[in-house]
C-alpha cells in the first residue's frame, strides 16, 4: 500500500510555535495572565501530523554507553508532539493566531502564495 499523501500543514521548519494542550499547555500566574511555552521548530514529520519544538514536550530516554557516550544512562531530549496541539506565535502580539494564505506580489512580478497571521495580518513567510 502506498504512504498517504500528506495534507497541507500550517507549521514549517523554523516558525516559533506555541503548545496549546498536553503538559506544556497554557496556564494564568497571579495576575491571571497567560503563560504560553514556545519553541522552534526543528522538525516536521508531514505523514505523522507531527513536529519536534525545541524545549517542548522533553522525554527521558535510557542509553547504552557507546563511544560517542562512553557513559551512557539517561538522557533527555524532545518528542514529537502532534500538530493539532500547536499554534503559530504573532509576530506582533506575541500570542496564539491562526493561519491563513493569501497572494502577494513576489520577485519579478510573480504572484506568491504566503502565509499570514489572522490576529495581526502580519505576513510569516519573508
Known amino acids: 500500500m502506498q504512504a498517504k499523501r500528506p495534507n497541507k500543514l500550517h507549521i514549517k521548519k523554523g516558525d516559533t510555535v506555541i503548545v496549546m494542550r498536553g503538559k506544556d499547555a497554557p ?3 497571579k495576575d ?23 524545549g517542548v514536550n522533553m522525554v527521558k530516554k535510557h542509553s547504552r554507553p557507546t563511544q560517542d557516550n562512553p557513559q551512557g544512562g539517561i538522557i533527555e531530549q524532545e ?3 502532534h500538530l493539532s496541539n500547536l499554534m503559530v506565535e504573532d509576530p506582533k502580539s506575541k500570542e496564539p493566531t491562526r493561519i491563513g494564505y493569501r497572494t502577494v506580489e513576489g520577485k519579478g512580478g510573480k504572484q506568491q502564495k504566503v502565509r499570514y ?10
Open 27 to 29: 496556564t494564568r500566574d
Open 117 to 126: 497571521a489572522k490576529k495581526s495580518g502580519e505576513v510569516l513567510d519573508k
Open 79 to 81: 518528542a514529537p508532539i
Open 32 to 54: 491571571g495572565k497567560m503563560v504560553y511555552t514556545k519553541g522552534r521548530v526543528i522538525r516536521v514529520f508531514p505523514t505523522e501530523q507531527r513536529a519536534l519544538v525545541e
